[in-house]
């Protein structure tokens, strides 16, 4: 099982970036997906999620900026990230999670937001 995550990197304040996480060795329209994001000295926390049946979630400081989608024909799942700010700086995973009990991760990738 691999999460591939990329589209990572150094944006300025009120830029954009798309992130994507390619799943292989996974069913995977049967996966609920996620994007997670961790800050130095800061927990993990959900950025936003999307449900098997295409349904999104997101956490309460990207909302109405950040937008995730599914294609389950390239076992992808992206992060659309605009108007971001210098908080937003942080190592972002995917995360894919079954009725299972699976739950993988993929290695991260950095986005950092600066001047």
């Known amino acids: 099982v691999q999460l591939q995550a990329s589209g990572g990197g150094l944006v300025q304040p009120g830029g954009s970036l798309r992130l994507a996480c390619a799943a292989s060795?996974?069913?995977?329209?049967?996966?609920?997906m996620g994007w997670y994001r961790q800050a130095p000295g800061k927990q993990r926390e959900l950025v936003a999620s999307?449900?098997?049946?295409?349904?999104?979630e997101y956490g309460d400081s990207v909302k109405g900026r950040f937008t995730i989608s599914r294609d389950n024909t390239k076992n992808t799942v992206y992060l659309q990230m605009n108007s971001l700010k210098p908080e937003d700086t942080a190592v972002y995973y995917c995360?894919?999670?079954?009725?299972?009990?699976?739950?993988?991760w993929g290695q991260g990738t950095q986005v950092t937001v600066s001047s």
């Open positions: 995360n894919g999670r079954n009725q299972f009990g699976a739950d993988y």
């Open positions: 060795g996974i069913t995977f329209k049967i996966y609920n």
């Open positions: 999307i449900s098997k049946g295409f349904t999104p």
